[in-house]
Nanobody, 125 residues
Framework: QVQLVESGGGLVPAGGSLRLSCAAS????????MGWFRQAPGKEREFVTA????????YYAGAVKGRFTVSRDNAQNTVYLQMNSLKPEDTAVYYC??????????????????WGQGTQVTVSS
């Protein structure tokens, strides 16, 4: 069983920054891609970014490209999401997720089978 624990959410003004962390345990972290997704009230959970098992392949949603940066530390079993130039529309619960297949990186929510509990990010205007 895989456990994912996010931290780092909070309330920030528009234009501010936050750094989310996701600590993983329970299987070989370094063999699996990790993703960040978010869900705003009344909306479906959407893809934000994904990083490959080795960190060399990264995908971003268009809405966050150039503002958000994903990274991972396989020695610490942790994935990070640095969020800069935050906008009110970034307000959501952010979830980290672990891919279901080793050495594969995709952006489809259905292919991530382990999820954290989520952390709230609120950006005030």
């Amino acid at each position: 069983q895989v456990q994912l624990v996010e931290s780092g959410g909070g309330l920030v003004p528009a234009g501010g920054s936050l750094r989310l962390s996701c600590a993983a345990s329970g299987r070989t972290f370094s063999s699996y891609a990790m993703g960040w997704f978010r869900q705003a009230p009344g909306k479906e959970r959407e893809f934000v970014t994904a990083i490959s098992w080795h960190g060399h392949t990264i995908y971003y949603a268009g809405a966050v490209k150039g503002r958000f940066t994903v990274s991972r530390d396989n020695a610490q079993n942790t994935v990070y999401l640095q969020m800069n130039s935050l906008k009110p529309e970034d307000t959501a619960v952010y979830y980290c997720a672990a891919h279901s297949v080793p050495f594969v990186t995709t952006t489809r929510r259905s292919e991530y089978n382990y999820w954290g509990q989520g952390t709230q990010v609120t950006v005030s205007s």
